[in-house]
């Protein structure tokens, strides 16, 4: 099983962009699905962008049209891509993997906070 270890938060005015990256210990290319998550103070986990081996790519409504993810298997690193944020955006982001039916290790994630 993979390790991932995200980077790449910070403080971002409203409407600023951030790439968060995630960067596994070794080849993600085989790997069934792999997402990045956000958990804002006080509300559960939940998905944000997940990127299937397949290709497909899928995205929470709140973020759709703003955030992009995708993959670089030569760099066994998965990005997402932030453009005009919200201060809802405001959280600590994870990314994790799913395969063989199970998920993966949860890391320490990135903070994103966003100002007004």
């Known amino acids: 099983q993979v390790q991932l270890v995200e980077s790449g938060g910070g403080l971002v005015q409203v409407g600023g962009s951030l790439r968060l990256s995630c960067i596994a210990s070794?080849?993600?290319?085989?790997?069934?699905?792999l997402s990045w998550y956000r958990q804002a103070p006080g509300r559960e986990r939940d998905v944000v962008a997940v990127?299937?081996?397949?290709?497909?790519?899928t995205y929470a409504d709140a973020v759709k049209g703003r955030f992009t993810i995708s993959r670089d298997n030569a760099k066994n690193t998965v990005y997402l891509q932030m453009n005009n944020l919200k201060p809802e955006d405001t959280a600590v982001y994870y990314c994790?993997?799913?395969?063989?039916?199970?998920?993966?290790?949860w890391g320490q994630g990135t903070q994103v906070t966003v100002s007004t």
């Open positions: 990127s299937i081996r397949d290709g497909t790519i």
């Open positions: 070794g080849s993600i290319s085989s790997i069934d699905a």
């Open positions: 994790n993997s799913w395969n063989d039916g199970a998920l993966g290790s």
